[in-house]
């Protein structure tokens, strides 16, 4: 499966993640959003960085605890927990935040 911006395709597999997590950039983060009925905030993108930058250093998606955690250390208790979590993602870490930040398929990891 594929899809284009800006004359630029994109590889995705059967699930709709990027096949390429390098090729990711804020424009297919805002095309992955609104496959997943989602409007980016700022709030959204500061749980797309982390995700972004867990993936970057390690090579393999984030648990969301780990997530969680990163967040309650980056903002306090009152953004850094699973509440707040699914209020930005509401269908889910793995459907709208893992797709939107241009991590592989987390399902594969497992």
């Not at 804020?26 to 409007?39: L, Q």
């Not at 969680?68 to 208790?77: L, P």
């Amino acid at each position: 499966m594929s899809f284009e911006l800006n004359g630029v395709f994109y590889q995705t597999d059967k699930e709709g993640y990027l096949e390429n997590p390098e090729n990711w950039n804020k424009e297919v983060a805002e095309y992955m959003a609104s496959t997943v009925d989602t409007e980016l905030t700022p709030e959204h993108w500061q749980v797309i960085e982390i995700l972004r930058d867990y993936y970057q250093e390690y090579g393999y998606p984030p648990q969301v605890k780990v997530i969680v955690k990163t967040m309650q250390k980056r903002f306090g208790t009152e953004k850094g927990n699973y509440k707040y979590f699914y209020q930005l993602f509401p269908k889910g870490p793995y459907l709208q935040a893992y797709k939107i930040a241009g991590v592989s398929n987390p399902c594969k990891w497992m």
